[in-house]
C-alpha cells in the first residue's frame, strides 16, 4: 500500500482475516448516533459493491447517525468519471454537517 512502508495489500486482508468481528464496521456505528455521517457508493464499484455498503447504511440509520447521508454515484471504485462531481458532493456535505 503506498505510503505504509513494509505493509502490503496482503498484510492488509491478513490483518482483516485475523479479526472479522473487528473488522466489522456496521458493529460500531452506535458511535454516530447524534453525529453526521455520509456513506458514499458506486454502483459500478467491483472493489466495494453498492449492496455490500447497505447493511452499513441501514446500520447508521439505526443507530441513529442524525444527519445520515448515503450517495450513490455513477461510478467505479475510485470515482474515476465522477470526480469532480464526488469532491463537490463531499465538499459541500462537510460544510453543511461538519462544523
Given at each position: 500500500m503506498p505510503g505504509l512502508k513494509n505493509y502490503s495489500v496482503a498484510d492488509l486482508f491478513t490483518e482483516i482475516a485475523s479479526d472479522v468481528e473487528f473488522a466489522d464496521v456496521t458493529?460500531?456505528?452506535?458511535?454516530?448516533?447524534?453525529?453526521?455521517?455520509?456513506?458514499?457508493?458506486g454502483d459500478k464499484d467491483g472493489t466495494t459493491s453498492h449492496s455490500s455498503q447497505l447493511?452499513?447504511?441501514a446500520a447508521g440509520k439505526k443507530a441513529g447517525a442524525d444527519p445520515m447521508t448515503h450517495v450513490v454515484f455513477d461510478g467505479d471504485h475510485s470515482f474515476s468519471w465522477r470526480r469532480i462531481?464526488?469532491?463537490?458532493?463531499?465538499?459541500?456535505?462537510?460544510?453543511?454537517?461538519?462544523r
Open positions: 458493529r460500531r456505528m452506535a458511535a454516530f448516533k447524534g453525529r453526521p455521517l455520509m456513506i458514499v457508493s447493511p452499513l447504511v462531481e464526488f469532491s463537490e458532493v463531499v465538499v459541500n456535505w462537510m460544510s453543511e454537517n461538519c
